[in-house]
């Protein structure tokens, strides 16, 4: 069964930083990788995904992610965050890219920006 | 843009009772999953359907939860009989092929 580990709960940065969010994942075969945000009182909003190809993929708002599996990695990354990115960020994993297959989630890092 | 809606917004029952979540999935999609999410805690998979059936389900999909999709727009969660701990943020997601779209959820307090 595939599982997904987000090490950071809290993490806080100053508007204009860089971010760097962690998501290490666990899985035998190829995985599908997503990032999804959460606002407050939101749902969840699908920022990036790997599927295949190039490591590095390019999200909305900014984001982008990198895919290593030598280190079963895909941390997410923003080069300066704005007091809007405050949110709950999470990473998921699926079997495929698409079909029936449920996503599994890890526990999510809630990202605060301080001014 | 599309999106997947979701109502109530919060829905409050008594234990014991029954619920119906509703969902209104993007409308050429053909999958169609609902999630869970425990305050607090991280969003957990419950069930996905595909052409009128599950095609997959958790170990928290139980006898008491069941899926339909009666009409050719709306998907429910149904809980028969609600616990205490059903109370959470349930999701509704669609996808064609690809990636999954979730809805606003729906906050289900069960007292």
């Known amino acids: 069964a595939q599982s997904v580990t987000q090490p950071d709960i809290h993490i806080t940065v100053s508007e204009g930083a860089s971010l760097e969010l962690r998501c290490n994942y666990s899985?035998?075969?190829?995985?599908?990788l997503f990032w999804y945000v959460q606002s407050p009182g939101q749902g969840l909003q699908l920022l990036l995904k790997?599927?295949?190809?190039?490591?590095l993929v390019q999200g909305i708002k900014g984001f982008e992610a990198e895919f290593k599996r030598s280190q079963s990695s895909f941390n997410l990354r923003k080069p300066s965050v704005h007091w809007s990115d405050a949110a709950e960020y999470f990473c998921?994993?699926?079997?495929?890219?698409?079909?029936?297959?449920?996503?599994?989630f890890g526990k999510g890092t809630h990202l605060i920006i301080q001014p | 843009e599309p999106e997947v809606t979701q109502t109530p917004s919060h829905q409050v029952t008594q234990m014991g009772q029954e619920v119906i979540l509703r969902c209104v999935p993007i409308?050429?999609?053909?999958?169609f999953y609902w999630y869970r999410q425990i305050l607090g805690q991280k969003v957990e998979f419950l069930v996905s359907?595909?052409?009128?059936?599950?095609?997959?389900k958790s170990e928290i999909f139980d006898d008491q939860f069941s899926v339909e999709r009666p009409d050719g727009s709306n998907f429910t969660l149904k809980i028969r009989s609600t616990k205490l701990e059903d109370s959470a943020m349930y999701f509704c997601?669609?996808?064609?092929?690809?990636?999954?779209?979730f809805g606003p959820g729906t906050r289900l307090t069960v007292t």
């Open positions: 997601a669609s996808s064609a092929v690809g990636e999954q779209y």
């Open positions: 790997y599927f295949s190809g190039d490591t």
């Open positions: 998921a994993v699926g079997r495929s890219g698409g079909g029936a297959d449920g996503l599994t």
């Open positions: 899985y035998g075969a190829t995985p599908y």
């Open positions: 359907f595909y052409n009128n059936e599950i095609s997959e």
């Open positions: 409308s050429n999609h053909l999958y």
